[in-house]
């Protein structure tokens, strides 16, 4: 298969996706998480058919998605998710799925876990639901990251019910052992809390990552009672404008009573995108996931060529690279002056919460030239050496 990432600058300034319709014409984005891949096949094959067939109306029955994804979990992570009615839901993003089901399941004031740095987008969804972040930072960031359970049975017994977990992790790339996620749901069954599970980047775990992807409702029984997984083909398959999620729970009735917005929100091109994506687009997926993952090992030398003054530890989930560029010198948000002086944005590293002062994140879900256009870029944003 030809690679999916040998689009050209030239053709990647036509798009009008939010990645790039929305920064200046000399600006290079590295920021939000989108990749700059050609569609898969077996997608656009399914979107011609849509469009010939005119189904363009409503998002519609649920069932063929439904039955794709738990193909797609049984035959990659061993997870089987059919069986009980009620047990998986459509949304039309994981955005608005983690924001019904935490409505459903708290109050306004009430506390809702993080572990950051972690995904930005976190700390806006429970503001819109007057909801507090309560914050447990990830350990040993600098080694990869690692989840602290002391600190997550003190935000427990403290009153936290709801923890809103990214697993795989964004932005550090970590993907939890499964004794760490069993010892989780274990913390949470004690004190009758919920986690949810945003497992968006699950199928962009690298190949050679030292342990699989562990779906949190498959680590235990405990895990099976406390938990809800939220799913998209959108990262990975690089879909997120078709609008189509899922949520998965292995607890009937789990879901809160449907609300119109929420059934009506998903897209039926959503649809056909995710039944070809889990069915008959692995083979695009396998050779996105192994150049990500060539990208990712690439770039610590890359760094350490052009900005050895960043740290960088590879992560091994999906195109995200989070970068300590504190010895730099350039403050708490460096993004904002490799945006000024050097046209590259990257995500703001304060977004992501609690340890994100100094940072920034890097998209690498593009080709080599671009990363290495951009990290030359980021470069360029520094003063010279005598000028220090």
């Not at 459509?90 to 608005?96: I, K, R, W």
């Not at 080694?143 to 992790?169: K, N, Q, T």
């Not at 687009?281 to 996931?289: E, K, M, N, P």
Request: proline share 8%; hydrophobic share 45%.
């Amino acid at each position: 298969m030809a690679t999916p990432f040998d689009l050209t600058l030239e053709q990647m300034r036509t798009h009008r996706s939010a990645k790039w319709s929305r920064v200046p014409d000399d600006v290079l984005p590295a920021w939000t998480a989108e990749m700059d891949a050609r569609a898969a096949p077996a997608i656009s094959a399914a979107l011609r058919t849509a469009v010939e067939r005119s189904d363009l109306g409503y998002a519609g029955e649920p069932t063929p998605v439904v039955d794709a994804f738990a193909g797609f979990a049984r035959d990659v992570w061993g997870w089987e998710t059919q069986g009980t009615p009620g047990r998986a839901r459509l949304f039309a993003d994981v955005g608005q799925a983690a924001k019904e089901t935490l409505r459903a399941l708290t109050s306004p004031g009430d506390a809702v876990v993080l572990n950051p740095p972690v995904y930005l987008s976190f700390y806006p969804w429970l503001r819109e639901l007057g909801l507090e972040a309560l914050e447990v930072p990830m350990l040993d960031v600098a080694d990869g990251g690692r989840l602290d359970l002391e600190g997550m049975g003190r935000a427990f017994a403290d009153g936290a019910r709801v923890v809103l977990l990214c697993s795989p992790h964004n932005p550090l790339g970590y993907v939890y052992p499964r004794e760490e996620l069993a010892a989780l749901a274990d913390l949470a069954a004690q004190h009758d809390a919920v986690v949810v599970a945003d497992e968006i980047h699950a199928p962009l775990v690298h190949p050679g990552s030292p342990r699989p992807f562990v779906p949190f409702l498959t680590v235990s029984e405990a895990a099976r009672q406390v938990g809800i997984a939220l799913h998209s083909p959108s990262k990975a398959w690089n879909t997120a404008g078709l609008k189509l999620a899922l949520g998965v729970t292995a607890v009937a009735g789990r879901w809160p009573a449907r609300q119109p917005e929420t059934d009506w929100a998903p897209s039926i091109l959503g649809q056909y995108a995710a039944v070809a994506a889990y069915t008959d687009g692995r083979d695009w997926l396998d050779a996105a996931v192994t150049e990500i993952e060539a990208r990712t090992r690439a770039l610590p030398a890359l760094l350490a060529e052009h900005l050895p003054g960043v740290r960088f530890t590879p992560g091994h989930a999906s195109y995200l690279a989070w970068l300590d560029c504190r010895d730099l010198g350039l403050g708490d948000d460096p993004a904002q002056t490799f945006l000024e002086r050097g046209r590259v944005l990257l995500s703001s590293g304060p977004a992501f919460g609690a340890g994100g002062a100094g940072f920034a994140r890097l998209n690498i879900g593009t080709s080599e030239e671009l990363v290495q256009e951009a990290v030359r870029r980021m470069a360029s944003a520094l003063p010279a050496p005598d000028a220090r």
